[in-house]
């Protein structure tokens, strides 16, 4: 780190009590010894509660699914990522060599890691109350560009964003049968996703509809929305 760490808390708008929660914070687990793994679990879920909260009382006429789709847009790797390159984060990163000779600390998931390791440290330095406070400062752009036309999107948009924001690779759509003249086909598609044990089906006069389908039918499995959504 070639940066002054008081420098960061700045940007952060917060000065840790405990250093020590900071450094962790901002240690890659390419560096030797303990690293901010479990600081940014615990962040993420703070993050994810923070959020969560705020579209509840800022939206009280949305749905459940809406809400899910607004919060997965929310908390996305993307967002943080931006967030943490305004805090100009990657020059305080502690990498191992490899990870510096990569460019890690220009790298969006390592980025939005530590950022969510860094409000796991703001919490257990200063308690709830100053985290929520944090992320929410820290929100304020996204959340004032909210709205619920942004849910609006169609199911295959909405699957996509919500798996990148959990950082987990992106749906296959496999096109498993087609039956029908030319003029009156229905397409049958598969979708496969890490996070689901079977795979999602979905019929449709097109591919397009059919793979539309099947997504929808990956976001009701996946807990993400109701079925009426």
């Known amino acids: 780190m070639s940066q002054s760490l008081s420098r960061l808390e700045r940007r952060l708008g917060h000065t840790f ?7 962790l914070a901002l240690t890659h687990r390419s560096f030797a010894g303990r690293n901010n793994e479990r600081l940014e679990f615990l962040g993420d879920a703070i993050l994810n509660f923070v959020a969560g909260e705020a579209l509840f009382e800022r939206f009280p006429q949305a749905r459940e699914g809406q809400l899910s789709r607004l919060r997965a847009r929310l908390v996305k790797g993307e967002t943080l ?59 304020t752009n996204e959340l004032d560009g909210l709205t619920l036309v942004d849910t609006n999107k169609d199911p295959k948009t909405r699957l996509q964003e919500f798996l990148q924001s959990r950082a987990v690779e992106l749906p296959r759509y496999e096109v498993v049968d087609i039956q029908g003249e030319p003029h009156c086909r229905t397409f049958f598609v598969q979708c496969e996703i890490a996070l689901l044990t079977d795979k999602t089906q979905g019929q449709g006069a097109s591919r397009r509809i059919a793979e539309q389908v099947a997504a929808a039918a990956a976001l009701v499995a996946l807990g993400v929305e109701n079925s009426h959504d």
């Open 17 to 23: 009590q405990n250093q020590d929660l900071m450094l």
């Open 81 to 139: 990522a931006v967030l943490a390159r305004g805090f100009e984060l990657g020059e305080y990163l502690r990498l191992g060599s490899g990870e510096l000779k990569s460019g890690g600390f220009r790298r969006e998931s390592i980025l939005a890691d530590a950022l969510e390791a860094l409000i796991g440290a703001i919490y257990l330095d200063a308690g709830m109350d100053v985290a929520r406070a944090r992320v929410l400062d820290w929100l």
